[in-house]
């Protein structure tokens, strides 16, 4: 059998494909994420969500169907289901925050932006809202914290789903010649800080990410 460590837990479906397929999988999750208080002061006009750890935690809050009338642009296929979903109404979605970057700078400038956030957020929509001057203010609604642990057994492969899961990985292990898989290209510009033996699937989704490891194993 293939030995491969998953950096999160898999739904049965996926860890199936994989078992049927002749891999061992180890699942640790490297990160967990928690919702956080938070009060909705200045919403705007237009909301912004980076993941779907802000939708899950922004639907706990005891006022959130107040936000369903106002329509959303989000980063990821992902997300976007999970609004929608939801009963809001998602204009937009990249799979990458610097192409929703371009999107906002060219369609958004005359709006007024809530941003609902994680700590461990990256600067790239900020920066673009300040630069545009787009009239923005950001709330943070969920904590992501590392959650390493020590690998001892060799493995084929890892999968990786985004930037934090690489530096979790990374505080208690070190890459070798394993093949890295990470989801999109910003996981990706992550890990290969660190490695060359890095592949991206066509679409930033997990199951993408599956096909992959069993192409690239098994061809």
């Known amino acids: 059998m293939i030995p491969i460590l998953s950096t999160k837990t898999l739904t049965e ?12 999988l180890t699942e640790i999750d490297f990160i967990q994420a928690h919702s956080t208080e938070f009060k909705l002061d200045n919403i705007g006009d237009l909301l912004l969500f980076t993941s779907q750890n802000a939708v899950r935690s922004v639907l706990q809050h005891p006022q959130v169907d107040s936000l369903k009338s106002i329509p959303c642009i989000c980063v990821g296929e992902k ?3 999970l ?14 925050a610097s192409d929703l970057g371009d999107y906002i700078g060219q369609h958004c400038l005359k709006n007024r932006i809530t941003f609902f956030s994680g700590n ?16 923005h203010n950001e709330i943070q609604v969920y904590k992501t914290v590392l959650c390493s642990e020590r690998i001892n ?26 093949i890295v898989f990470c989801i999109g290209k910003t996981t990706a510009d992550e890990a290969l800080k660190h490695t060359k033996n890095c592949i991206i699937p066509e679409k930033t989704t997990i199951d993408s990410l599956i096909e992959c490891v069993i192409t690239h194993f098994l061809g």
């Open 153 to 178: 057994s060799p493995q084929k492969g890892i999968l990786f789903f985004s930037p934090s899961g690489v530096q979790s990985f990374l505080q208690k292990n070190s890459f070798s010649d394993e």
């Open 13 to 24: 479906q996926q860890k199936k494909k994989l078992s049927e397929k002749g891999f061992l």
């Open 120 to 135: 461990l957020r990256r600067d790239i929509l900020p920066n673009v809202l300040k630069k545009t001057k787009i009239e």
């Open 83 to 96: 609004l929608s979903e939801n009963s809001w109404k998602v204009i937009h979605y990249e799979e990458y």
């Open 79 to 81: 997300t976007a289901k």
